[in-house]
């Protein structure tokens, strides 16, 4: 499954920081992150809970970036 999702980033650096984050997240298969657009496009692992795997890939973007926000 793949979803889109509407962040809040400061700079290109800190958006790839936010894509390797959510990459390494647990239940997420891979995700891509676009600066200019501000969005996050994440393709979910089968099985994997959307709501709560999203949990953890803020709580993991927030270690690399503090002010990072993602809409879900
Ligand atoms: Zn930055």
Redesign the pocket.
Known sequence: MKKSYRIE???A??ALKMEDAAKKTEGVKDAVVNFMAQKMNVEFEDGADVRSTMEKVLKNCRKV?RDCEIEF
């Open positions: 980033v400061d700079c650096n800190c970036e």
